[in-house]
């Protein structure tokens, strides 16, 4: 399919609604013949993020009116051409929606040798499908939608993605295929409107290929592209997801990253490496003041410095310096069954700037040491001239540092 593109600046669940009458009083209603006209505007059901200990993966979709709706029905089903990019994903947030209002045009479009008895039995004599992609991001993040309009011109999808609060790491483009009872005349269009963030609805429409947004904001971190706010400049500050520290009989490792946004995101992959060198002093024989360092690799005799490489995987050994760079990350001290977990890696003005968390296992060993991590960024090394990290390591705080900076000390007052 030919991508067309317009630059402004999905797993599938399903939901079947049925047809009722005219609305009173569903505030996120546009009416009859009207979609939105702004590409990006707030979602009129006003949304509110739950607590992290009540969290609701639909939270997004709360209060969003379900009629006046046709009836529609979303099946699973894989695409066999898609309008985002399936390989390498571009640096922008995308969106498309394809109407398909024939079996030649359902066929081109859906692997049908896969597709559900539903959709083989789609009658285009009186009804029609859509096909909504987003991109990109955790493959765990899903499209539900709440009603389909009838509106002047076309179809009025409104809908919503879900907010894991424990999202898979990957980046990829995400799908949904919707079957509609209803028909249009030729040169009408599908028109979708997703919430993607508690401040953020994103418009579009069949007749524009695929849409490209390219901001600097990310609204809750949960979508745009790899851009959101600037790097903390304080040492130390509070955490911005608020985690909350779980019971001792519901213990969770990874309670510091619940609620963490992995979105905006380049794609990045973590890989188990020794360090060759250490930017860390060997731990002492009595407790020390925390430290922290970064360090930022741009070619393969940086990393060959900075790693032994005799051992490390394949994945390392063909980092391609033309469009990736390694990030060696470094705490200390504390026990060697702490590790860093890395939620997103967001493009900077200046470079990248990753953000995670400390791991918090019980139990955990007694040892006195060094933690480290080493990350995969898919961004040009020769783009980047630092680092950023911020590393939420207790519910109250966070430490921000970054390559340029060399070993840093928090003072054991602020852990």
């Not at 006209?37 to 009116?65: C, F, K």
């Not at 901001?215 to 909350?244: L, V």
């Amino acid at each position: 399919m030919n991508r067309r593109r317009f630059l402004t600046t999905a797993g599938l669940v399903g939901t079947l609604a049925v047809a009722g009458c005219v609305s009173s009083g569903d505030d996120d209603t546009t009416g009859a013949g009207t979609p939105p006209s702004e590409r990006v505007d707030e979602p009129p059901h006003n949304p509110e993020r739950p607590p992290e200990d009540d969290w609701d993966p639909n939270w997004l979709g709360a209060g969003m009116a379900t009629d006046p709706s046709l009836s529609f029905e979303t099946v699973d089903a894989p695409l066999t051409d898609h309008q985002l990019a399936t390989g390498s994903p571009p640096s922008e947030s995308e969106y498309a929606v394809s109407l398909l209002t024939s079996t030649a045009e359902l066929e081109s479009t859906v692997e049908m040798d896969d597709a559900p008895d539903r959709l083989r039995s789609v009658d285009f004599g009186e009804e029609l499908v859509v096909v909504v992609e987003s991109g990109y991001g955790s493959s765990s993040v899903d499209h539900v939608w709440q009603r389909v309009e009838t509106v002047a011109g076309g179809i009025h999808l409104n809908g919503y993605r879900t907010d894991p609060q424990a999202g898979t790491t990957d980046y990829t483009a995400r799908h949904s295929v919707l079957v509609v009872e209803t028909t249009v005349e030729e040169g009408d269009r599908a028109h979708a409107s997703l919430t993607v963030s508690g401040d953020e609805r994103i418009n579009f429409d069949s007749s524009e290929g695929v849409i490209s947004l390219d901001r600097t904001d990310g609204g809750n971190g949960n979508t745009g592209g790899q851009r959101s706010s600037p790097p903390p400049e304080e040492r130390i500050d509070r955490p911005p997801h608020d985690p909350e520290r779980p019971a001792g009989d519901d213990w969770n490792p990874d309670w510091l990253g619940a609620g963490m946004a992995t979105e905006p995101s380049l794609p990045f992959e973590t890989v188990e490496a020794e360090l060759a060198e250490s930017a860390l002093r060997a731990p002492p024989d009595a407790e020390f003041d925390p430290v922290y360092a970064a360090r930022l690799l741009t070619s393969t005799e940086e990393l060959q410095s900075t790693v032994d490489m005799s051992g490390a995987p394949d994945r390392l050994q063909s980092v391609d310096f033309g469009q990736e760079l390694v990030v060696v990350v470094e705490s200390g001290y504390g026990s060697s069954s702490v590790d860093h977990a890395w939620k997103r890696v967001e493009e900077t003005d200046d470079g990248v700037y990753l953000n995670g968390y400390l791991t918090n296992p019980r139990p955990q060993t007694d040892d006195y040491t060094t933690q480290h991590s080493v990350v995969i960024v898919e961004t040009p090394a020769a783009k980047a001239g630092r680092a950023h990290v911020s590393l939420t390591y207790s519910e109250d705080w966070r430490v921000n540092f970054d390559s340029t900076e060399g070993a840093v000390t928090t003072g054991s007052d602020d852990t």
